[in-house]
Structure formats: structure tokens, C-alpha cells
């Protein structure tokens, strides 16, 4: 079993930034790869940045060059920086690791941005 749990979530001004953190305990010592999906009203839950143990990292283009996904592995924590916030951007973030085979999600955080 693995928990996650989101923070750093609110309302920021357009062109803003935010940090979002994700805590993960439980059997962390089996995950690997971590990633951010977000969610915004009516739309379906995309993928909006993903780390591997080793730190490698892939983006959504719509985030490419404005967030950045990092990792503490002493912590278990895992980041994600987003810069220069469009409204387009609001959504509900969660987190998520897969562990032999199984998804885990945490509640999410909801990231407001206003024009």
C-alpha cells in the first residue's frame, strides 16, 4: 500500500507561480516512476509531468519550458514548480505512482489561476 497525499494547491494571479508538493509513505521503497495528472471541470484527467527513479522526466507540451517535476528521494517527496500560470492551467492536480501494477492517487489539490 502506498499513500499520497497533495499540498500547495490555491488561487494565484495569472503569471504566478506555485509549488505543489506530494508526500508519499507506505511501501515507497517499492515506488519508481512519479507523476502529476491534473483534472479541470469537464474536461478528462491528463498526464501533466512524470519522474523516474533515475530523474528523468517527461511533460505535457502545454507545460513544457513552465513547470518543473523533481524528486527527493530522503524526503519522499515529489514536486512540481509551475511558472508563469495561465488560467488554462486550473485544475484539480493529483498524484500518482503505479506499484506492481497498481495505481495509487492522492486526493489532489485544487490550482485556481485567475486572469
Known amino acids: 500500500q502506498v499513500q499520497l497525499v497533495e499540498s500547495g494547491g490555491g488561487l494565484v494571479q495569472a503569471g504566478g507561480s506555485r509549488r505543489l508538493s506530494c508526500a508519499a509513505s507506505?511501501?515507497?521503497?517499492?515506488?519508481?516512476?512519479m507523476g502529476w495528472y491534473r483534472q479541470a471541470p469537464g474536461k478528462q484527467r491528463e498526464l501533466v509531468a512524470a519522474?523516474?527513479?533515475?530523474?528523468?522526466?517527461n511533460y505535457a507540451d502545454s507545460v513544457k519550458g513552465r513547470f518543473t517535476i523533481s524528486r527527493d528521494n530522503a524526503r519522499n517527496t515529489v514536486y512540481l514548480q509551475m511558472n508563469s500560470l495561465k488560467p488554462e492551467d486550473t485544475a484539480v492536480y493529483y498524484c500518482?505512482?503505479?506499484?506492481?501494477?497498481?495505481?495509487?492517487w492522492g486526493k489532489g489539490t485544487l490550482v485556481t489561476v485567475s486572469s
Open positions: 500518482n505512482t503505479v506499484v506492481y501494477g497498481v495505481n495509487y
Open positions: 507506505g511501501s515507497i521503497a517499492s515506488i519508481s516512476s
Open positions: 519522474i523516474t527513479s533515475s530523474r528523468s522526466t
